[in-house]
């Protein structure tokens, strides 16, 4: 496959991570892991990190793979700020249409923020890819990066 062309398959990048992680239980570890496969897998994803909550009401950047991103975002601002918020995935196909978008690269043209939660149930911190490409995600995306949060952060 043409790197042009290269589109996740969610059943490959699900072993990848659950054996590159098994045993694994420290958060920075599993999202550093998490970021650069999920980044590398898939030709839409322009940046793809973590925002984790480290205070009630905030987000400070975690791992990532990309252009540098915003260090804090409040849970009032912007596509990762609901998404913590609401405890919801944001599939924001036209980031221009977003009140309150956070630019931090002027490429960006879609998102999809999900939140990560642990055994417990709290969210902890939320996913966000952004895409170069209007309109790049998909609810399927959703359904199986959500499955893949769950499987890995759902054991902390
Ligand atoms: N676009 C995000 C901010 C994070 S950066 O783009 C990496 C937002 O509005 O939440």
């Given amino acids: 496959m043409s790197p042009q062309t290269l ?5 490959e990048l699900a072993a ?29 994803f322009d940046w793809t990190g973590f925002y984790r909550v480290t205070e009630p ?36 196909p036209d980031v221009e249409a977003f009140p309150g978008h956070i630019a931090c690269a002027s490429s960006t043209r879609s998102e999809l923020v999900i939140p990560v939660r642990n055994k417990a149930g709290q969210v902890i911190a939320v996913l966000d890819i952004d895409s170069d490409q209007p309109d790049a995600f998909t609810a399927e995306d959703d359904r199986q990066l959500s499955a893949i949060l769950a499987s890995v952060f759902g054991r902390l």
Avoid: W
Avoid at 7 to 11: A, E, G
Avoid at 65 to 81: A, K, T
């Fill in 7 to 11: 589109k996740v398959d969610y059943r």
């Fill in 16 to 44: 990848a991570i659950a054996s590159l992680t098994e045993g694994e239980t420290d958060e920075v570890a599993l999202m550093a892991t998490l970021a650069c496969e999920i980044h590398h897998s898939d030709q839409r």
């Fill in 57 to 92: 009401g905030l987000l400070k950047i975690g791992p990532y793979q990309g252009g540098h991103g915003c260090l804090v975002i409040p849970f009032s601002r912007g596509v990762c700020g609901a998404a913590a918020r609401n405890g919801e995935t944001q599939l924001v």
